[in-house]
């Protein structure tokens, strides 16, 4: 948790942020065009900038060690601003939570470091178009490859459906069944056979991505999409 002064400092800082670059003239033209300021986002959550981000990390990895009350000041401001963009950056809060739960040591200081020092975005694949969030009718599969006998990946098949972020993320978590059981894997953006549908039309949400993903919302298909790290499950 943090101390009360650094709290309020954060309050302060993202304030001072949205007074400079995203007055009510910016948050109307934004609605209007009904995009994802992808721009805005990543200065968010740029280490050198604003570095909200920061705030969800633990310490050991380069972020601020925050905790839940700590986050939901932030998120609670965020969302007086404008709810499509606080939904667009607290998404990579829940896409990096399948790894800050259950990745090995070494996973964690990867991605967890990468969204510290980076500001890289995230996004959370879990519902689907046609199981919805009941994660028992997930079908969405994930083969190991082999080679020389040994596992080098895992080749993903399927789809998923409003996902805060699609499409603008630099990496996503991804939810599939293995012949042991759901697994969550990390399949990074640009990787071969992983595309994403137009944005959802969501009123109010204009500003974050939801393909079929303005946060951005979107339809992910990772059609024989390789993912080379898995989270336990």
């Known amino acids: 948790m943090l101390a009360q002064k650094t709290l309020k400092l954060s309050l302060k800082s993202l304030k001072e ?11 109307i033209e934004l609605d209007e065009k009904d995009e994802c300021p992808i721009d805005i986002v990543r200065d968010m959550c740029d280490p ?113 459906q409003w996902i805060s972020n699609g499409g603008v993320a630099g990496a996503y978590t991804v939810l599939a069944n293995t012949p042991s059981g759901p697994s969550w894997f990390v399949v990074e953006s640009g990787a071969k056979g992983f595309t994403h549908d137009r944005p959802e039309d969501i009123t109010g949400f204009a500003s974050a991505t939801l393909p079929r993903s303005r946060s951005a919302t979107s339809t992910l298909t990772p059609t024989g999409c390789l993912a080379v790290l898995k989270v336990k499950g």
């Open 17 to 27: 942020f949205a007074k400079k670059r995203l007055p009510d003239e910016t948050l």
């Open 48 to 160: 050198d900038k604003l570095g909200i981000q920061l705030l969800f990390i633990p310490e050991e990895y380069g972020g601020m060690g925050g905790g839940t009350f700590d986050v939901y000041c932030i998120c609670e401001e965020m969302a007086r601003i404008d709810l499509g963009i606080a939904t667009s950056v607290l998404a990579t809060f829940l896409g990096s939570d399948p790894i800050t739960v259950g990745a090995t040591p070494e996973q964690k200081k990867v991605w967890l470091g990468r969204i510290a020092e980076e500001g890289l975005l995230f996004a959370y694949g879990a519902t689907e178009p046609e199981a919805g969030s009941d994660l028992g009718a997930l079908r969405t599969t994930a083969d190991r490859v082999l080679q020389d006998g040994r596992v080098v990946g895992y080749k993903i098949n399927g789809a998923k």
